[in-house]
């Protein structure tokens, strides 16, 4: 992984490292990554440990804190969109791709 991307991530997430692990988050980071729950949990708030492998993992925490928030809020806008403006629901779809490219 580029490190500048992971000093954004520590960076942008700061405030995130704070909370109890929350267990979906750390299911969620177990299946797209080697990491093993008991790893998360015992590092998620690691961000000022000096050691890598723990700030990065309190960084891969709070991203995947955002991004749980982020698929949600989008699958309201689906719901929402599908009730109050069917025609914009492809326009929305193709948006979402063209993001996540």
């Given amino acids: 992984m580029n490190i500048r991307l992971v000093a954004f991530i520590l960076i942008f997430l700061y405030a ?3 909370a ?3 267990e979906n988050v750390v299911n969620e980071m177990t299946k797209h990554s080697s990491l093993t729950a008991e790893e998360i949990r015992l ?34 806008l ?3 969109t599908k009730t109050r403006n069917p025609d914009a629901l492809p326009s929305l779809i193709k948006s979402q791709r063209l ?3």
């Avoid at 998620?44 to 991004?67: A, E, H, K, P, W």
């Fill in 43 to 76: 590092h998620y708030l690691d961000r000022d440990s000096g050691n890598y492998y723990s700030m990065f993992i309190c960084g891969f925490y709070g991203f995947t804190v955002q991004d749980i928030k982020l698929n949600k809020d989008y699958q309201e």
């Fill in 20 to 22: 109890d692990p929350e």
């Fill in 78 to 80: 689906i719901k929402y």
């Fill in 99 to 101: 993001w996540i490219q």
């Fill in 16 to 18: 995130n490292c704070f």
